[in-house]
Nanobody, 116 residues
Framework: QVQLVESGGGLVQAGGSLRLSCVPS????????MVWYRQAPGKQRELVAY???????TYGDSVKGRFTASRDNAKNTVCMQMNTLKPEDTAVYYC??????????WGQGTQVTVSS
């Protein structure tokens, strides 16, 4: 069973930046998508960024232009640079590695808190 470990969360003031990382415990980067989600208290889980196996990235409307997700297959990591953070970005951020019909792995999440 592959484990995904997120890191980089924390407390930051509005307008600040954070960089999240997701590191799988094993090599799973072949032909799979990597996805960042977030979930705020009392709210539904929200898709933040989707990176296809080919590297194409799609963002949720609320983070477009502020967040940049990327994958480095050689280093076996996925990162997400979050700039111009807003209080409404406060949530637990989760990393997911998925290949339809083959595997679906989730991380334990990392807390991001943006103060106003």
């Amino acid at each position: 069973q592959v484990q995904l470990v997120e890191s980089g969360g924390g407390l930051v003031q509005a307008g600040g930046s954070l960089r999240l990382s997701c590191v799988p415990s094993g090599s799973i980067f072949s032909y799979n998508a990597m996805v960042w989600y977030r979930q705020a208290p009392g709210k539904q889980r929200e898709l933040v960024a989707y990176i296809s196996s080919g590297g194409t990235t799609t963002y949720g409307d609320s983070v477009k232009g502020r967040f940049t997700a990327s994958r480095d297959n050689a280093k076996n990591t996925v990162c997400m640079q979050m700039n111009t953070l807003k209080p409404e970005d406060t949530a637990v951020y989760y990393c997911r590695a998925t290949r339809v019909g083959v595997f679906d792995y989730w991380g334990q999440g990392t807390q991001v808190t943006v103060s106003s």
